[in-house]
């Protein structure tokens, strides 16, 4: 026996030795291990090698079992096609067509896990086995599509083009061949009243007399990325367009709300009872096609239809935890069913693939649990009673594609964990002599006689890929997508439709880029530990700068407890992990979209449902609001943490790109009181003098530097209504004898009387809308004062930023001259700032310019730092008048705002910054 053999034999040996250790009570699968050993580079391949063993494994069993029928049966040893005696049999006749499916939808894994020739001999053998589609068989459109139609594309894309490193000497394109044939024994199907496909078809006969009229969402909607690839590449625009046509007939019949129904007479275009809406089974790969139809063809319409569906499944399909997702009444979005099935873990990848890792992490995390309390995810799960109601498991790829997708976005190695955990349940509970059986009941552990295509095809993939590092799949950067049965698509730019002139524009003025992930972070030694946005830390905490893991959010506890038995269920992970100073945290969840009527001046109004043109109408690159009153506006929050974007405006939908423009001066309008509360014009709080200089690191003056640098400047700024009061003497505690500040006694304090604290810039966080990063924090010394912009969030949010990165102060530079005293959020909303030793404050722009400018001097000269020191201002004892208001401008003025806006001011909305704003008065 040849070393190589017997080394992958010994790794599947320990695996299997490992998992059937970890089945013992209150065991679990990872060990010990993985909680302390390193994910070294050797552990990956260890582990990849044994995924690729046992798909090998898999796949030459169903070469010597089954070949050339559809399926293997692993527990006979026998080979399985149509349902000859039985064409009720839809279990097994909508997915196998006497074609030899389950080759055909490997043809887009073998290359990865077999290599070239193994590849090479695969589509030689599909060609001679399937030499044509003219078959009395009825498979259903949509499994056809996605198993057989998908694999011949993605198998000729890979054995015709040289840059994959699979290309073919002597193909000829028999593969696109075959699938443009089998495009067009599918057409028929199409031809309804409404565009949406039958559900099932003969690939000789067409359509059948009788044929049942009813069809769900995902399957007619989850056609347009393979048949628009076929149109492409066959130059047959046939194919697209029909799919297409189905696609928005059923986008088209959404519900008021925005949600899409599951099941749908095709003769009529009327949803059919229950009419539900969420995530899962009959819905799912439609919300999935529209995201990835517009990464693959750059078409914006695609874009538009994800997002608008996102945001409705946000607001109303996810549970007020912000973990699950549950199935909801179609027109108003209140609960129908209590269960998730197995299906809808693909949602977290999908999460991940937009932008919204965040939220892709918390609804895995879900998975995950079900996962580890039951080696695997029942098909269906009851959130109400925390019990499988369907507890079989047919090896599906949904949540090891999620788990691939979190690792290469985050890096974090829990998810390698996971991954291992995983290979060794499908090791334990699924291999057999034959190959790889579904399993009927987690809980008994009963095996059924079946190996569905997609095993091989995806779930195993996924995994092969999660522990394949360099994998030249895991750095493509092209338009290359995995279609919803995992096969590569991918459209080279001649076969690109070119972009219209208006939506070139619009896309220009986006901003399509995704947030960085930012890792937890550990805080020790009796931190409470979570994620890296809105951790709270105790007294007595210090910031370590360790990066942590998602193992170490504070939600993950929560997760845990919403998907175990009343009984409970702790895993040996969940042991190991647990510490006296550990935290459950409660979810605190903040709306993804809101809903809110405008009015000024604290009015009550009724909504202006369809606002007159002086009122709201196209403008420039958008709309233009003139009047505010009674308009309807929805924000939904931007992916980037930086604030929300307007995405409806009365009865209009804001699509990605436009901008809103409003020139209403009333907004500006303070409110009006009630006589009986009339009170004296309220005193504007006092004002402080700033006075900023240069000092070396060590004490004392700065180094001999020319002339022309400055060397300080004094500034009046405005004091905040919450936080610190920088008026206020400052108190003894943290000062010696000599009035000299003692680090051993306590923080710094930005108060009038207490000495000098440095100044900083980050100019990576120039607004402090976002939490400060690891790498930002570490730049912000000891009892330092944060120089930001105004703009893009409010002032409590800026000054609760700094105070989680360890600031003592927050000088925000406003951006006009005025002075403007800092307020909080709303009424009550910074009453537990009140004992915070930060203080925030604001200066002119000329002021800000200045300090600024003192910075920019300064950076370059080795030793130096820039002070401030807060000493006694001039109150101002009134609030300025109110000016006349202003003419409304004309079209002209306005459009000659737009041109010469550099930094647009955006219009706030109960403290939410609506970044795709900006106000022209």
Same mark, same amino acid.
């Given at each position: 026996?040849?070393?190589?053999?017997?080394?992958?034999?010994?790794?599947?040996?320990?695996?299997?030795?490992?998992?059937?250790?970890?089945?013992?009570?209150?065991?679990?699968?990872?060990?010990?291990?993985?909680?302390?050993?390193?994910?070294?580079?050797?552990?990956?391949?260890?582990?990849?090698?044994?995924?690729?063993?046992?798909?090998?494994?898999?796949?030459?069993?169903?070469?010597?079992?089954?070949?050339?029928?559809?399926?293997?049966?692993?527990?006979?040893?026998?080979?399985?096609?149509?349902?000859?005696?039985?064409?009720?049999?839809?279990?097994?006749?909508?997915?196998?067509?006497?074609?030899?499916?389950?080759?055909?939808?490997?043809?887009?894994?073998?290359? +990865?896990?077999?290599?070239?020739?193994?590849?090479?001999?695969?589509?030689?053998?599909?060609?001679?086995?399937?030499?044509?589609?003219?078959?009395?068989?009825?498979?259903?459109?949509?499994?056809?599509?996605?198993?057989?139609?998908?694999?011949?594309?993605?198998?000729?894309?890979?054995?015709?083009?040289?840059?994959?490193?699979?290309?073919?000497?002597?193909?000829?394109?028999?593969?696109?061949?075959?699938?443009?044939?089998?495009?067009?024994?599918?057409?028929?199907?199409?031809?309804?009243?409404?565009?949406?496909?039958?559900?099932?078809?003969?690939?000789?006969?067409?359509?059948?007399?009788?044929?049942?009229?009813?069809?769900?969402?995902?399957?007619?909607?989850?056609?347009?990325?393979?048949?628009?690839?076929?149109?492409?590449?066959?130059?047959?625009?046939?194919?697209?367009?029909?799919?297409?046509?189905?696609?928005?007939?059923?986008?088209?019949?959404?519900?008021?709300?925005? @949600?899409?129904?599951?099941?749908?007479?095709?003769?009529?275009?009327?949803?059919?009872?229950?009419?539900?809406?969420?995530?899962?089974?009959?819905?799912?790969?439609?919300?999935?096609?529209?995201?990835?139809?517009?990464?693959?063809?750059?078409?914006?319409?695609?874009?538009?239809?994800?997002?608008?569906?996102?945001?409705?499944?946000?607001?109303?399909?996810?549970?007020?935890?912000?973990?699950?997702?549950?199935?909801?009444?179609?027109?108003?979005?209140?609960? #129908?069913?209590?269960?998730?099935?197995?299906?809808?873990?693909?949602?977290?990848?999908?999460?991940?693939?937009?932008?919204?890792?965040?939220?892709?992490?918390?609804?895995?995390?879900?998975?995950?649990?079900?996962?580890?309390?039951?080696?695997?995810?029942?098909?269906?799960?009851?959130?109400?009673?925390?019990?499988?109601?369907?507890?079989?498991?047919?090896?599906?790829?949904?949540?090891?594609?999620?788990?691939?997708?979190?690792?290469?976005?985050?890096?974090?190695?829990?998810?390698?964990?996971?991954?291992?955990?995983?290979?060794?349940?499908?090791?334990?509970?699924?291999?057999?002599?034959?190959?790889?059986?579904?399993?009927?009941?987690?809980?008994?552990?009963?095996? !059924?006689?079946?190996?569905?295509?997609?095993?091989?095809?995806?779930?195993?993939?996924?995994?092969?890929?999660?522990?394949?590092?360099?994998?030249?799949?895991?750095?493509?950067?092209?338009?290359?997508?995995?279609?919803?049965?995992?096969?590569?698509?991918? @459209?080279?730019?001649?076969?690109?439709?070119?972009?219209?002139?208006?939506?070139?524009?619009?896309?220009?003025?986006?901003? @399509?880029?995704?947030?960085?992930?930012?890792?937890?972070?550990?805080?020790?030694?009796?931190?409470?530990?979570?994620?890296?946005?809105?951790?709270?830390?105790?007294?007595?905490?210090?910031?370590?700068?360790?990066?942590?893991?998602?193992?170490?959010?504070?939600?993950?506890?929560?997760?845990?407890? +919403?998907?175990?038995?009343?009984?409970?269920?702790?895993?040996?992970?969940?042991?190991?992990?647990?510490?006296?100073?550990?935290?459950?945290?409660?979810?605190?969840?903040?709306?993804?979209?809101?809903?809110?009527?405008?009015?000024?001046?604290?009015?009550?109004?009724?909504?202006?449902?369809?606002?007159?043109?002086?009122?709201?109408?196209?403008?420039?690159?958008?709309?233009? +609001?003139?009047?505010?009153?009674?308009?309807?506006?929805?924000?939904?929050?931007?992916?980037?943490?930086?604030?929300?974007?307007?995405?409806?405006?009365?009865?209009?939908?804001?699509?990605?790109?436009?901008?809103?423009?409003?020139?209403?001066?009333?907004?500006?309008?303070?409110?009006?009181?009630?006589?009986?509360?009339?009170?004296?014009?309220?005193?504007?709080?006092?004002?402080?003098?700033?006075?900023?200089?240069?000092?070396?690191?060590?004490?004392?003056?700065?180094?001999?530097?020319?002339?022309?640098?400055? %060397?300080?400047?004094?500034?009046?700024?405005?004091?905040?209504?919450?936080?610190?009061?920088?008026? %206020?003497?400052?108190?003894?505690?943290?000062?010696?004898?000599?009035?000299?500040?003692?680090?051993?006694?306590?923080?710094?304090?930005?108060?009038?009387?207490?000495?000098?604290?440095?100044?900083?810039?980050?100019?990576?966080?120039?607004?402090?809308?976002?939490?400060?990063?690891?790498?930002?924090?570490?730049?912000?010394?000891?009892?330092?004062?944060?120089?930001?912009?105004?703009?893009?969030?409010?002032?409590?949010?800026?000054?609760?930023?700094?105070?989680?990165?360890?600031?003592?102060?927050?000088?925000?530079?406003?951006?006009?001259?005025?002075?403007?005293?800092?307020?909080? !959020?709303?009424?009550?909303?910074?009453?537990?700032?009140?004992?915070?030793? @930060?203080?925030?404050?604001?200066?002119?722009?000329?002021?800000?310019?200045?300090?600024?400018?003192?910075?920019?001097?300064?950076?370059?000269?080795?030793?130096?730092?820039?002070?401030?020191?807060?000493?006694?201002?001039?109150?101002?004892?009134?609030?300025?008048?109110?000016?006349?208001?202003?003419?409304?401008?004309?079209?002209?003025?306005?459009?000659?705002?737009?041109?010469?806006?550099?930094?647009?001011? #955006?219009?706030?909305?109960?403290?939410?910054?609506?970044?795709?704003?900006?106000?022209?008065?």
């Amino acid at each position: 026996m040849r070393w190589q053999e017997l080394w992958h034999k010994s790794a599947s040996a320990l695996l299997l030795f490992n998992s059937a250790w970890s089945q013992a009570p209150g065991a679990d699968a990872l060990s010990n291990s993985s909680h302390i050993s390193q994910w070294t580079t050797e552990r990956k391949v260890f582990a990849r090698e044994a995924t690729r063993d046992l798909w090998k494994h898999g796949f030459d069993s169903y070469m010597q079992y089954a070949f050339p029928k559809d399926e293997l049966r692993p527990l006979s040893c026998k080979g399985r096609g149509p349902d000859w005696n039985n064409p009720a049999n839809i279990g097994y006749n909508d997915v196998l067509s006497n074609s030899s499916v389950t080759l055909v939808d490997m043809l887009s894994t073998i290359p +990865l896990l077999a290599g070239r020739s193994a590849f090479h001999r695969a589509v030689r053998q599909v060609i001679h086995h399937v030499p044509s589609y003219d078959l009395d068989v009825k498979p259903q459109v949509f499994e056809t599509n996605i198993r057989v139609m998908g694999g011949l594309l993605s198998g000729h894309i890979l054995a015709h083009e040289k840059r994959y490193g699979f290309y073919m000497k002597g193909y000829k394109g028999e593969l696109l061949q075959r699938a443009k044939e089998l495009g067009e024994r599918l057409l028929p199907a199409f031809e309804t009243p409404t565009g949406l496909p039958y559900a099932r078809i003969n690939l000789r006969h067409g359509v059948a007399r009788g044929e049942t009229s009813e069809t769900c969402t995902a399957g007619a909607g989850t056609l347009i990325l393979e048949f628009a690839t076929l149109s492409r590449l066959t130059g047959d625009e046939r194919f697209e367009r029909v799919a297409r046509r189905a696609f928005f007939a059923i986008w088209n019949r959404r519900s008021e709300i925005d @949600l899409v129904g599951n099941t749908i007479d095709i003769m009529t275009g009327s949803w059919i009872s229950p009419e539900n809406s969420g995530i899962g089974a009959g819905i799912d790969s439609f919300y999935e096609y529209a995201l990835k139809m517009y990464v693959l063809s750059g078409e914006l319409e695609y874009l538009n239809v994800w997002r608008e569906g996102y945001e409705s499944i946000m607001k109303y399909s996810r549970g007020r935890e912000g973990f699950w997702f549950r199935n909801v009444h179609t027109d108003t979005g209140t609960v #129908a069913t209590s269960h998730v099935d197995s299906l809808s873990a693909f949602w977290p990848g999908l999460q991940v693939l937009a932008g919204d890792i965040q939220n892709a992490i918390k609804a895995h995390m879900i998975y995950w649990n079900l996962w580890k309390r039951f080696g695997g995810i029942p098909e269906t799960f009851n959130v109400a009673t925390r019990e499988a109601t369907t507890t079989g498991y047919p090896l599906r790829p949904e949540f090891i594609e999620s788990t691939y997708f979190l690792y290469r976005a985050t890096r974090d190695t829990f998810y390698l964990d996971v991954g291992e955990r995983v290979l060794n349940d499908l090791i334990a509970k699924t291999k057999v002599k034959c190959g790889l059986a579904t399993i009927a009941n987690l809980l008994t552990g009963k095996q !059924d006689d079946r190996m569905e295509s997609f095993a091989l095809s995806e779930t195993l993939k996924y995994l092969f890929l999660l522990f394949d590092e360099s994998n030249p799949v895991n750095s493509d950067d092209s338009n290359m997508v995995f279609t919803t049965e995992g096969h590569f698509l991918v @459209l080279h730019p001649k076969h690109l439709k070119p972009m219209s002139k208006i939506r070139r524009e619009l896309s220009r003025k986006e901003n @399509l880029q995704c947030p960085v992930y930012e890792p937890p972070m550990w805080y020790g030694p009796k931190a409470q530990v979570g994620a890296g946005k809105g951790v709270q830390r105790g007294k007595g905490n210090m910031r370590l700068g360790l990066v942590g893991s998602v193992r170490n959010r504070g939600d993950t506890e929560y997760a845990r407890h +919403l998907t175990m038995s009343e009984s409970g269920f702790a895993s040996r992970q969940d042991e190991l992990e647990w510490s006296s100073y550990g935290w459950c945290e409660t979810p605190r969840l903040a709306a993804h979209v809101y809903d809110v009527i405008l009015t000024t001046g604290g009015k009550t109004v009724v909504e202006d449902v369809s606002p007159p043109l002086k009122k709201l109408r196209k403008f420039v690159d958008g709309y233009l +609001l003139s009047n505010v009153s009674g308009i309807r506006l929805q924000m939904t929050s931007r992916l980037d943490g930086m604030g929300y974007d307007v995405t409806r405006l009365g009865p209009h939908r804001i699509l990605a790109g436009q901008k809103v423009y409003v020139a209403d001066p009333a907004i500006f309008a303070t409110p009006k009181p009630k006589v009986e509360d009339v009170a004296p014009v309220k005193k504007v709080g006092p004002n402080v003098r700033l006075r900023f200089f240069v000092s070396h690191v060590n004490g004392g003056a700065p180094p001999s530097t020319p002339d022309w640098k400055p %060397k300080g400047a004094e500034i009046i700024a405005s004091t905040a209504s919450f936080a610190a009061d920088p008026a %206020k003497p400052v108190k003894a505690k943290g000062f010696d004898i000599r009035g000299v500040f003692d680090i051993r006694r306590g923080k710094g304090q930005f108060n009038l009387g207490a000495p000098a604290v440095p100044v900083v810039r980050i100019s990576t966080n120039d607004f402090a809308c976002k939490p400060y990063s690891a790498t930002e924090a570490l730049r912000i010394p000891e009892n330092g004062v944060i120089l930001v912009q105004r703009g893009w969030c409010t002032f409590e949010k800026k000054a609760r930023n700094a105070k989680r990165a360890g600031a003592v102060g927050v000088i925000v530079v406003n951006d006009s001259e005025g002075n403007v005293n800092p307020e909080p !959020d709303t009424r009550g909303s910074a009453s537990d700032m009140k004992d915070w030793d @930060l203080a925030i404050v604001s200066v002119p722009l000329s002021g800000g310019n200045a300090v600024e400018g003192l910075l920019d001097a300064w950076k370059s000269v080795g030793q130096t730092k820039v002070m401030v020191v807060v000493e006694a201002g001039m109150p101002v004892e009134t609030a300025n008048p109110q000016p006349p208001a202003p003419e409304e401008p004309s079209d002209e003025e306005l459009r000659k705002r737009v041109r010469e806006m550099e930094h647009p001011r #955006a219009l706030v909305v109960n403290g939410h910054t609506l970044l795709n704003t900006a106000i022209l008065v």
